[in-house]
């Protein structure tokens, strides 16, 4: 665990950075995040054909950048060259794919990273990087793969490790020994939270975009909420604040 896991403040995570306002998974975006009071980014990671850890949601990188093509088969230069600020608006123009790397160095542990292992086979190579650049107490491990999130607990048992999932099965979360349970908003009920509760899990939803949204992840007592727009989630906790 480290000290934003251990919180008992709800946490608000900017999905893919701050990608209401600035182009997913990109430093603009993480930088956003921390600028508007974030206390934690999410953002997905993938591996180059020559063993880079970049920074992208999708296999291709043909939605958010200029470029075609998979991100496993090209090479970290190749990937270098495509644009992924350009499609989002002008002002991004320049923005590029990011090395894992280069985000840790530009967030140095002020904020929590949320790193979303998007497919099996980097567990090794994350564990690797987050100790060689000393981030285990800043960082928490997700992935909708269970083998993935049981991976990670056996390299490295002090990682924080959560199972993310779109229909509610928390004891899947339990049986892989995860820190933490990541249902998606439309999925999370109190029912959920109790299970999780009663097994001493984390629970983290996602993608909230609406106040609806908020309210409900807000209602049932949720420790993180992962959000395009980190402030609706700040406002939404201000004001709980200082309603009577
Ligand atoms: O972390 C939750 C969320 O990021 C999972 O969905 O598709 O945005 O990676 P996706
Ligand atoms: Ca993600």
Not at 43 to 52: F, P
Request: charged share 25%.
């Amino acid at each position: 665990m480290n000290k934003w896991l251990e919180s008992d403040r709800c946490l608000v995570i900017a999905h893919r950075g701050a990608s209401a306002a600035a182009p997913e998974n990109t430093l603009a975006a993480f930088r956003l995040a921390a600028d508007l009071g974030a206390d934690a980014v999410e953002l997905d990671v993938r591996r180059t054909v020559d063993g880079q850890l970049v920074v992208i949601h999708d296999a291709s990188v043909d939605r958010t950048t200029d470029g075609t093509g998979r991100v496993a088969a090209l090479t970290l230069d190749q990937l270098r060259r495509f644009d992924a600020g350009r499609k989002f608006g002008p002002p991004f123009r320049g923005e590029r794919i990011p090395l894992l790397s280069k985000v840790f160095e530009a967030l140095g542990g002020r904020l929590l990273v949320d790193v979303e292992v998007k497919a099996a086979g980097v567990e090794a190579a994350l564990l690797d990087l987050i100790k060689k650049m000393q981030m285990v107490d800043s960082v928490l491990i997700s992935s909708f793969d269970a083998q993935v999130v049981a991976h990670v607990r056996d390299l490295a048992p002090e990682m924080p490790a959560g199972l993310l999932q779109s229909a509610a099965d928390p004891y899947a979360a339990v049986s892989v020994r995860a820190t933490a349970y990541l249902p998606e908003v439309t999925a999370l009920t109190a029912d959920v939270v109790a299970s999780c509760r009663s097994h001493g899990l984390r629970v983290i939803t996602w993608t909230v975009r609406t106040e609806e949204e908020a309210r409900q992840a807000l209602r049932v007592g949720v420790d993180g909420i992962i959000a395009d727009d980190p402030t609706l989630i700040r406002k939404m906790l201000a004001r709980l604040k200082t309603s009577p």
